[in-house]
């Protein structure tokens, strides 16, 4: 009685994969992160210092109840500016909205605004508007300074101005409070953008960076396949599946995503009568997995240069 080959074992994905693979997922989680630090716009800061400009001509140089409606309102069009303004940011550059610089930078933010809220309801009820625009000045400015270390430089520079403006504002005559708010609501918000352009690495805006980025390799399951793919000269569907540890329909669609931009082939053949298909990274992939690598490094400088000031 003949003894019945057996099938051939699976072939054992080589380590540097997996290696290679976590490298690559850790890098694009850094990313993710990382490019959180340019959803600040630098055009709604400069928006909101115009409207600041025109809220200090409209309110007039008297603090008193008119006045503070007038800021009350200014403020709130600024929140809305603001938010409105990430928002677009982070949907154009594909950057998730809640990523932890984002998530800190709003937090540091919140307090002093919120004991802004409760100063000026209670000075506003005792009469002391005088008293109004050195503590928003000083409030604003420890929101920024606390905001700026989860952001870019000159979040920082403009928290320190706000705040120094807002010391100075305490020990001035009151009656130059109302001066001191169009100056730096309205001057430093436009003054400062201008010359401090929020600019990624190598003189490119930091979003156009982002917004660069291959949305097909943007994807765990695709650029996975294709770092690992880059590590080896082929490798066939069982080994990709067992080194992603996904499913055989979740891989097809991915790989047929990944075939239909050029960036793999795959080879259908025979072993000992059993279908086999190996995947091969093209010329194409191979330069578009270069490109968003290019791509993400530079972010991450960006980060590291933020985080070393």
Known sequence: ??????????????????????????????MEGAAAFTTFSGAALVTIGLSALAAGALAGSTTGPAWLHVWIAEAGLALVVGVLSTLWKARAARLPMLAGPVRKFALALAAPLLVGVVLTTTL??????????????????????????????LVPVMGACFL???????????????????????????ALPAATPLRGVRGEPATDVARELDALLHHRMRLG??????????????????????????????????????????????????????????????QALGRYLGHMEAIIRAAKDTLGR
């Open 1 to 30: 009685m003949g003894l019945t080959p057996s099938a051939p074992a699976e072939r054992t994905p080589p380590a540097l994969h997996e290696r290679a693979l976590a490298d690559l997922r850790f890098i694009r989680q850094t």
């Open 164 to 190: 120094g403006l807002g010391v100075a504002t305490a020990l001035a005559p009151p009656a130059l409070g109302p001066a001191a708010m169009v100056a730096g609501f309205g001057g430093l918000h436009v």
């Open 225 to 286: 396949m294709v770092s690992a793919l880059a590590a080896a000269e082929s490798l066939g569907f069982n080994d990709l599946k067992t080194l992603l540890q996904t499913s055989d329909g979740n891989l097809s669609v991915h790989a047929r995503k990944l075939e239909d931009a050029g960036y793999v082939t795959c080879t259908k053949t025979f072993e000992n009568r059993r279908p086999r298909t190996d995947y091969r990274l093209t010329a194409r992939g191979r």
């Open 124 to 153: 506003a009820r005792a009469g002391f508007h005088a008293v109004l625009p050195a503590a928003w000045l000083m409030l604003y400015g420890t929101g920024l300074l606390a905001g700026g270390a989860f952001s870019i430089r």
